[in-house]
C-alpha cells in the first residue's frame, strides 16, 4: 500500500479559539502561530474575520509575519463575510479563503430558513467571490454528515465547478462512528468524480470521544487533509488532537499509511504554550502530551520500563519532547527508589535502601508523588543518624 503525505490544516486559532476558555489576544494568536509554524503545519487557519476586529487584525498579523504555511480565513458564504476574510488575508503569502454554509436539513430549515437550491446558489456565489481574493479556495459543508446524501453530492458538484480546490465535509456535531465516516467519504468521492484535482478534507470533532479515529478511517477512505487542532481542543468537547494524528502514524505505519510533515519533538512545546497562553491545563491522562503519557508509578511498570522501556513505551518520550518520568507513589517499588536516589547522587546499602523505601512509601500513602527534595532529606537524615551512631530510623 502506497504512502501518501498527508496535509495537515491547523484549526487551533479559529474553532479552538472560538472554544469557551481558549480566547486569546492578538498578540497570544501571534506567538502560538509562530510555534504552529514551527511545528511544520501546512495550513494555519488564522482566525474568522467577520467575527470581530481583534479576529481580522489577528489574521492579517499572521498573514504578515508567517509566511511558509497557507493562512487561511473563514467566512460564511455571504459578500460582507467573504470581503471581509479576502482583504484579512490580503498580505499573506499564501492565503487560502475557507468559506463554509450548512447543508443539513436540519441546518437549513430550523437555523438558516433557506431552501436547498437557495443554499446551492449561495454556495456557487460564494465561491466566485472567493475566487476575488485567492486561487485557494477550500468550501465547508457544515453538518456534512448528517446532510441527505443525494443532496450533498450535488453540493460537492456545485462547489468544484465553482472553484473550490479543497472540499471539506465535517462531522460537525461529532456524530458518526469510524465504520460510517469510511463509507460516507468512500461514496461522496466515488459519487462526485473521484480526488483529481480536488483534495478531500476532514473535520472530526469529538463528542463522542471519537475525532482522531473517524479522521483515520476519513484518510482511509481517500481524504488528503485533516483539520485538527493542538490538545483536541474545539467547540464543545473538541476537535482531533493534531498531536494524536501525527504519532499514530509514527508509530504504526503497518497500519496507518500516510506521513505529515510535523516535527513531532516540537508537540509538547506547542500543547504546553497552548496551555499557558490560555491557562487552561491539559488533562493529565491525555495522549501524547499528558502529563501522564510518559509517567510511571506502579512498581511493576517501574521495574520494566528500567530495565527496557520498551516494555511500557510504545514510543520515545524524546521523540515528541517529553521526557519518560518514574513518579514515586505509593505503588512504587524498589527498583525506582534506588534508581531515584542514584540519580540524586547516593548510592545506598541494602539496609539503606529498605528505610528509604519504606519511608517513600509512607509518605506516598498520606501525600501525592514525593519529590526528589524530600527523598534528598530522607536521605540525608539517614546518613546522618548512621554517622551518629544511630540506627538509622526512618525519618518522617
Ligand atoms: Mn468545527
Redesign the pocket.
Known amino acids: 500500500m502506497a504512502t501518501d503525505r498527508l496535509i495537515i490544516f491547523d ?1 487551533t486559532l479559529r ?1 479552538g479559539e472560538q472554544a469557551p476558555g481558549f480566547s486569546m489576544n492578538t498578540d497570544e494568536k501571534l506567538l502560538l502561530a509562530r510555534q504552529i509554524d514551527a511545528l511544520g503545519a501546512d495550513i494555519i487557519e488564522a482566525g474568522f474575520p467577520i467575527a470581530s476586529d481583534d479576529d481580522a487584525r489577528a489574521v492579517k498579523l499572521i498573514a504578515e509575519e508567517i509566511r511558509r504555511p497557507v493562512i487561511a480565513g473563514l467566512a460564511r458564504c455571504d459578500p460582507d463575510d467573504i470581503e471581509r476574510a479576502g482583504q484579512s488575508l490580503r498580505p499573506a503569502a499564501r492565503p487560502r479563503l475557507h468559506t463554509f454554509l450548512a447543508t443539513s436539513d436540519l441546518h437549513l430549515e430550523r437555523k438558516l430558513r433557506m431552501s436547498r437550491e437557495e443554499c446551492l446558489r449561495a454556495i456557487s456565489a460564494g465561491i466566485t467571490q472567493a475566487g476575488e481574493y485567492a486561487d485557494d479556495i477550500e468550501f465547508s459543508a457544515e453538518d456534512a454528515t448528517r446532510s441527505d446524501m443525494d443532496f450533498l453530492c450535488r453540493v460537492v458538484e456545485t462547489a468544484i465547478d465553482a472553484g473550490a480546490t479543497t472540499i471539506n465535509l ?1 462531522d ?1 456535531v461529532g456524530f458518526l462512528v469510524p465504520r460510517e465516516i469510511e463509507a460516507f467519504f468512500t461514496e461522496v468521492i466515488r459519487r462526485t468524480g473521484g480526488t483529481d484535482g480536488v483534495v478531500f478534507s476532514a ?1 472530526c ?1 469529538d463528542d463522542l470521544g471519537l475525532a482522531v479515529a473517524n479522521t483515520l478511517a476519513a484518510i482511509k477512505a481517500g481524504v488528503r487533509q485533516v483539520e485538527c487542532t493542538i490538545n483536541g481542543i ?2 464543545r468537547a473538541g ?1 482531533a488532537a493534531l498531536e494524536e494524528i501525527v504519532m499514530a502514524a509514527r508509530v504504526r505505519p503497518d497500519q496507518l499509511f500516510y506521513t505529515t510533515s510535523i516535527d513531532a519533538t516540537q508537540l509538547v512545546r506547542a500543547s504546553r504554550l497552548l496551555s499557558e497562553l490560555t491557562g487552561e491545563p491539559v488533562q493529565a491522562n491525555k495522549a501524547i502530551v499528558g502529563r501522564n503519557a510518559f509517567a510511571h508509578e506502579a512498581g511493576i511498570h517501574q521495574h520494566g520500563v528500567i530495565s527496557d522501556r520498551r516494555t511500557y513505551e510504545i514510543m520515545r518520550p524524546e521523540d515528541v519532547g517529553a521526557e519518560s518520568t518514574l513518579v514515586l507513589g505509593k505503588h512504587s517499588g524498589r527498583h525506582a527508589v534506588k534508581r531515584r536516589c542514584e540519580g540524586l547522587g547516593h548510592d545506598l546499602t541494602r539496609d539503606e535502601l529498605d528505610v528509604v523505601y519504606r519511608a517513600v512509601v509512607e509518605l506516598a500513602r498520606r501525600r501525592k508523588p514525593v519529590s526528589n527534595a524530600r527523598i534528598a532529606a530522607i536521605v540525608d537524615g539517614l546518613k546522618s543518624a548512621a554517622t551518629a551512631g544511630g540506627a538509622g530510623e526512618g525519618p518522617a
Open positions: 484549526t474553532d465535517p460537525t473535520h470533532h474545539g467547540e476537535n
